[in-house]
C-alpha cells in the first residue's frame, strides 16, 4: 500500500505534532508500506489570510497513492477518495479558544466571515473522510460539539521509549518542548522563587525570540537565574531523554492540551512524576492529584507548592513516578496496532 502523510509545515516549529508526523511515516515503512509525507506550508496571521491557506489545500491534488491520512488544518482539506483524518487538532481558534477569549479573528463582520469559511469547510472535509480518529477523548469531544462528528480515539504511542529508562533524581524539576505563552513555562519561573535551594531546568525551542525573552526577563527580575537554566533551543533526542531520566520531577503547564502530551508520556515512561494544571485539558486523562504527580491551579504560588512537595520528599517522587509509569503501561500504545488501525 502507498501511503501519503499530510500535515502543515510552520518554518522553525517544531513540537509534538511535528514529532508525530516524522515518526508515524517512519514507522509505515517499518509496517512494510510505502509512505512518503507532505507537509503543507501554514502561517494564521493575519486572519484574513485563512481564507486563502485553505483554498491553497483544497486546491491541491493528489494522485499515485492508495491512502492519506491527514493530521492537521487545513492540510486535512485536500481532496482524496480514500482519505483518513487522525485529527491532532482543528484551527481552535475558530471554536473553543474563541469561546475562550484567545482568538485571533477579529470580532466583526469579516471574522463572522472567516468563522463561517473555516467551519464550512471542515464540515466538508469530515463529511469526506472514510474515517476519523481523534488522538485524545477531549480532541474528539470539540469536534462532536462543535461540528457535530463522531470519531475514534487513537493516542499516539510514545516515540523511541527505550530513551527514557529512568534513572536517579538529580534535583531539578524539568519543563521541555515548545517554548511559548500557551505552555506557560512562565509560571515555573515565577514559582521557583518561593522554592529555595530547587532547581529548574526548561528545554525547549522558542516559538519566538520574545518567547524567549521573556523568560530571561522574569528570571532576572526574580532573582533566580543563578538556579534556572534556560536551554531554548531544539534539543537533541538523547540529549533531551538524558534530562527526562535525571529529572526529580516533570512540570508540564499546557492550556487545555489536545492529548496526554509527549512530555507527560516521556515523564512517566521514566517514572517521574508530573506537575500540571487543573486547566491543562487532555494532560488530566492520565495524572493523578497525589498518585502520579501534582494537579494544582495555575498560579505561580500552587506551582511552589508542589514544587516544594517533590523537592521535601524525594522518595515519595520517586514513589509517585512508578506509579505514573504503570498508568503508561496501563495504555498498551504501540506502533505497529496504531498502523493497523490507520490503514485497514
Sequence with gaps: MKVLVLSTLVPFVHGGAEELYDHLVLNLRRQGMEAEGMRIPFYWNPAEEL??????????????????????????????????????????QAYDLLDAGQSN????????????????????????????????????????HYNGFDSQVLRPPLNDPELFPGGESEGYILATGRVNDTKRQHLLVRALRRVPGLRLVVAGPPDSPADAEVL????????????????????????????????????????????????????????????TTTD???????????????????????????????????????????????????QRLDWPTTIERLVS
Design 51 to 92: 481564507i486563502e491557506e485553505m483554498l491553497l489545500a483544497r486546491n491541491l491534488r493528489v494522485s499515485g497513492v492508495d491512502r492519506v491520512i491527514a493530521l492537521k488544518f487545513p492540510a486535512y482539506m485536500v481532496p482524496f477518495p480514500d482519505k483518513v483524518l487522525w485529527l491532532l487538532h482543528q484551527y481552535r
Design 105 to 144: 479573528i477579529p470580532g466583526d463582520a469579516s471574522g463572522e466571515r472567516i468563522l463561517h469559511a473555516i467551519r464550512a469547510a471542515d464540515a466538508m472535509a469530515f463529511r469526506e473522510s472514510r474515517q476519523i480518529y481523534t488522538n485524545a477523548p477531549i480532541t474528539g469531544r470539540r469536534l462532536k
Design 216 to 275: 530571561h526577563r522574569i528570571a532576572a527580575q526574580e532573582g533566580v537565574e543563578d538556579r534556572v537554566t534556560l536551554d531554548l533551543r531544539f534539543v537533541p533526542r538523547a540529549h533531551l531523554a538524558q534530562l527526562v531520566n535525571g529529572a526529580l520531577g516533570v512540570a508540564y503547564l499546557p492550556f487545555d492540551e489536545d492529548s496526554l502530551g509527549y512530555c507527560t508520556m516521556e515523564a512517566f515512561r521514566a517514572a517521574k512524576p508530573v506537575i
Design 280 to 330: 491543562s485539558g487532555g494532560v488530566l486523562d492520565i495524572v493523578r492529584e497525589g498518585e502520579n504527580g501534582h494537579v494544582v491551579p495555575p498560579s505561580p504560588e500552587a506551582l511552589a507548592g508542589a514544587m516544594a512537595r517533590l523537592h521535601a520528599a524525594p522518595a515519595r517522587a520517586r514513589d509517585m513516578g512508578l506509579a505514573g509509569r504503570a498508568a503508561m503501561e496501563a
